[in-house]
T-cell receptor, first 117, second 114 residues
Framework: AQTVTQSQPEMSVQEAETVTLSCTYDTSESDYYLFWYKQPPSRQMILVIRQEAYKQQNATENRFSVNFQKAAKSFSLKISDSQLGDAAMYFCAYRASYGGATNKLIFGTGTLLAVQP | DADVTQTPRNRITKTGKRIMLECSQTKGHDRMYWYRQDPGLGLQLIYYSFDVKDINKGEISDGYSVSRQAQAKFSLSLESAIPNQTALYFC?????????????FGPGTRLTVL
């Protein structure tokens, strides 16, 4: 069965600095998708960035980028120039890509990021 | 207006009561999901539906039932609520036509069972 592990329950970063959140996953599939979701105090789950496993290039969305290491099954999120609004719980998630599947997202347990002014 | 809405946003109820959580979407997506979030456990899938006539159990469906009244509406029911069903509940939608098929979440319903 696929699993997603986030080994950092909490992280802290100074405003304007860079922080990296770790995520590892376990799967026997070769084709899949990986996601980072942000959950601020409002509780809304917001998609931050996604990565297709067949793409070697790391995804980037403005200040957010990932370091996708397929062989190591690692998918870390880097937040550059951290802002107070980045403070939230961050979840890493995996989804297999085969057709007809549940499209079920498998989530990690989350990393709570605090941004210090 | 939000694309995925959930009602109520917060609910406190007593053990043994029947509770219905509702989800509506204006995204035109065919797939809908119900997740439960507990502290320290991430989100777990309760039920999912690929269309109005297709409903499937997720990994933690015991004690829950669902109804897909229309493509845009997917309700979750707790027939007889118990305290360990206290959690944050999320509805999500996705479109099978999308390559990535990413899921979009509603704002969540915080349910407390006393």
């Amino acid at each position: 069965a696929q699993t997603v592990t986030q080994s950092q329950p909490e992280m802290s970063v100074q405003e304007a600095e860079t922080v990296t959140l770790s995520c590892t996953y376990d799967t026997s599939e070769s084709d899949y998708y990986l996601f980072w979701y942000k959950q601020p105090p409002s509780r809304q789950m917001i998609l931050v960035i996604r990565q297709e496993a067949y793409k070697q290039q790391n995804a980037t969305e403005n200040r957010f980028s990932v370091n996708f290491q397929k062989a190591a099954k690692s998918f870390s999120l880097k937040i550059s120039d951290s802002q107070l609004g980045d403070a939230a719980m961050y979840f890493c998630a995996y989804r297999a890509s085969y057709g007809g599947a549940t499209n079920k997202l498998i989530f990690g347990t989350g990393t709570l990021l605090a941004v210090q002014p | 207006d939000a694309d995925v809405t959930q009602t109520p946003r917060n609910r406190i109820t007593k053990t043994g009561k029947r509770i219905m959580l509702e989800c509506s979407q204006t995204k035109g997506h065919d797939r809908m999901y119900w997740y439960r979030q507990d502290p320290g456990l991430g989100l777990q899938l309760i039920y999912y539906s690929f269309d109005v006539k297709d409903i499937n159990k997720g990994e933690i469906s015991d004690g829950y039932s669902v109804s897909r009244q229309a493509q845009a509406k997917f309700s979750l029911s707790l027939e007889s609520a118990i305290p360990n069903q206290t959690a944050l509940y999320f509805c999500a939608t996705s479109d099978h036509r999308g390559m990535v098929n990413e899921q979009f979440f509603g704002p969540g319903t915080r349910l407390t069972v006393l």
